[in-house]
């Protein structure tokens, strides 16, 4: 399985595996409306032998750790933990990042710090991460100092402070996969809103081949 959280949605590998059952693939990426590589919608779910072996996520521009958390509890674990496979690989781009230059996400270390230890908390097979973009160059040491900490059990050595509209501490430990279902704990509405949307596109285009948890 390979897991894209770059930014930009995960285009090439989608295309090498797009009729490969053998291969999951799921990107997670700013929304690509005039975005590059406008592409990687939900409806992009693969072809042939490898129909719903691709997914895609087009995530809200401005969304931030709990939108990715909620992502991560919604539809990674689930399909990872259904597809079984013996490697995830991550494309593990930093430019999610608030202070990224490029993009509009607003990922901070910590949300960094929690997704590499929600990676460990899959279980099954080994886990690679390979770097992909990042163009901050102060801040992208720090999150991969945050990565490996997470994987080695240790501290965030880079905390951030959190700003309006961002969550942390016990907070983004607050969603769970209780009874299978998802609990909204985005603070705007307006963003709870639509990264709902998204999960419940996910779940019309993708429901016939992987059981994911309804929303509550
Ligand atoms: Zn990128």
Redesign the pocket.
Known sequence: MILNW???ASDGTKDIFYCDPMVLTMSLHQNPTNFFPRQGWTHEIGAEAGEGYTVNVPLPSGSGDAEYLMIFDSIVAPIHRQFGPHYLIVEC?F?AHHQDPLANQRLTTNGYYELARRLLLLRKGGIILTL??GYNFETIGQIACALFSALLGEPNPFPEELHEGQMGGEDLLSYSLMSGSIKSKAQSPRRADSIEAVIRQLQGSLGKYWALPRLT
């Open positions: 770059d930014v930009h781009g430019d992909e973009g």
